[in-house]
Structure formats: structure tokens, C-alpha cells
């Protein structure tokens, strides 16, 4: 079956650190990828998204993913975190499934960054 | 722009009891979806619409009803809540399907005891 794996629940960084938050999704066909966050309080929003072209994608405030096809993987990395960043980040994948088109979440990581 | 709206949001039921969570868009998206959101699990599609009066089932579609009578509007029915169902359920929507950016509303936490 179809699934995205966020493979560290939790992560625990100090301001300046830098990060990356794995996404791995097991589907062999065309795929949009994203990553959502979640700030404390708030609802999702999306950060960034992969349709096609450059596999180096930018988002906001930061953040870029990578995406490596023969990997399947889409992981999301940002050279020095704040203690802003601080949110559950999930990764999610456009997939074919049941003959029709839908979208499925990774389980999520919690980061804390601390001052 | 409201953008999603959703109705209430926080809610307790007794095992058994009905009750329908209120999901509405101002932004005229065609694609709209719910979800829950359990620790651990992230968010699973529950049901999602391709549009007025066309609807499907997600991933966990059971114990869960819905209707897309108009653009703006996507209900979901918890026909017999059961502690199972103890979560947060968010509402989206996107212009034009599931490969669009989605818009989320502030969810509903919803108890069954």
C-alpha cells in the first residue's frame, strides 16, 4: 500500500543548528510532494511543494526540500533553525490510489528548537 | 476572505450520540477533504469532494457521512460516535484537487466518552 514515512518523531535542536527531516514515500508513479507545518495553536500551512523540474525546492522562511527520485525520499533541510521553527512538520504525497487521486501525510515530527 | 471555517470547535458526545462537524469555504475551491489527526498518526483522509455533489471515500471513511450539497459547504455526520473517533478533524480545501496546495481550517476537537 501507498504510505509516507517521517522517520524522527521527535527532534530536539538548539538555535543555529541546522536541520533535516527525512520523508520517504513508497509509490512508484508521478507524485507532487509537499511539507506542511503546523505551529503551536494553528493550523497546517504549507511550506513548500515539489510538482516537477529543479528537485531543489525553496520555500518559506527558509526552509527547502530535496527531491531524489531514486530515493524516494523528499526531505526537508534548513541551515540554521529558530526558535520559531519550532512546529510539527508533516510531508505529504499526491498518490493514485482506488482510481482516484489523493493526498497522504506522513506522521508528523515535533521539533523544539531552545534558545 | 474567511478561508475554511470550521464549526464548533471543541466538542464533547456520549457514545452513541450523532452529530455533524461544519466545514465551509469562501475561496469558490472545488476540492474539498477532512481529516483526523491522531498522535502518531498525522492526518488521515476521511472523505474528500471533487466538487458539488460528487464525493469519495478516504482512507478511514468508516462511522463518518458526507454531503457536498453546495460549493461552499462540506459536512461531516458521526452517525454513532464511539471513543474511537476521539480527535481533531481539520477540513481543507483546494482549487482544483488533491495535487493542489490545501487550505486547512483551525480544526475541531471532538471527545467520546
Known amino acids: 500500500a501507498q504510505s509516507v514515512s517521517q522517520h524522527n518523531h521527535h527532534v530536539i535542536l538548539s538555535e543555529a543548528a541546522s536541520l533535516e527531516l527525512g520523508c520517504n514515500y513508497s509509490?512508484?508513479?508521478?507524485?507532487?510532494l509537499f511539507w506542511y507545518v503546523q505551529y503551536p495553536g494553528q493550523h497546517l500551512q504549507l511550506l513548500l511543494k515539489?510538482?516537477?523540474?529543479?528537485?531543489l525546492v525553496k520555500g518559506i522562511k527558509g526552509f527547502e526540500a530535496e527531491f531524489i527520485k531514486s530515493k524516494f525520499s523528499f526531505n526537508l533541510r534548513k541551515p540554521s533553525v529558530q526558535w520559531s521553527d519550532t512546529a510539527e512538520y508533516f510531508c505529504?504525497?499526491?498518490?493514485?490510489?482506488?482510481?482516484?487521486?489523493?493526498?497522504?501525510f506522513g506522521s508528523g515530527t515535533r521539533l523544539l528548537v531552545r534558545p | 476572505n474567511a478561508g475554511v471555517t470550521q464549526t464548533p470547535k471543541f466538542q464533547v458526545l456520549k457514545t452513541g450520540q450523532s452529530m455533524t462537524l461544519q466545514c465551509a469555504q469562501d475561496?469558490?475551491?472545488?476540492?474539498m477533504s477532512w481529516y483526523r489527526q491522531d498522535p502518531g498518526m498525522g492526518l488521515r483522509l476521511i472523505h474528500y469532494?471533487?466538487?458539488?455533489?460528487?464525493?469519495d471515500q478516504g482512507e478511514v471513511p468508516n462511522g463518518y457521512n458526507v454531503s457536498r450539497s453546495t460549493t461552499e459547504d462540506f459536512p461531516l455526520r458521526l452517525l454513532s460516535a464511539a471513543p474511537s473517533q476521539t480527535s481533531v478533524y481539520f477540513c481543507?480545501?483546494?482549487?482544483?484537487?488533491?495535487?493542489?496546495?490545501?487550505?486547512f481550517g483551525p480544526g475541531t476537537r471532538l471527545t467520546v466518552t
Open positions: 481543507a480545501s483546494s482549487l482544483a484537487g488533491a495535487g493542489y496546495e490545501q487550505y
Open positions: 475561496m469558490n475551491h472545488e476540492y
Open positions: 509509490y512508484g508513479g508521478t507524485v507532487n
Open positions: 469532494s471533487v466538487g458539488a455533489g460528487i464525493t
Open positions: 515539489y510538482f516537477s523540474g529543479d528537485p
Open positions: 505529504a504525497v499526491t498518490v493514485t490510489m482506488d482510481s482516484s487521486y489523493k493526498l497522504i
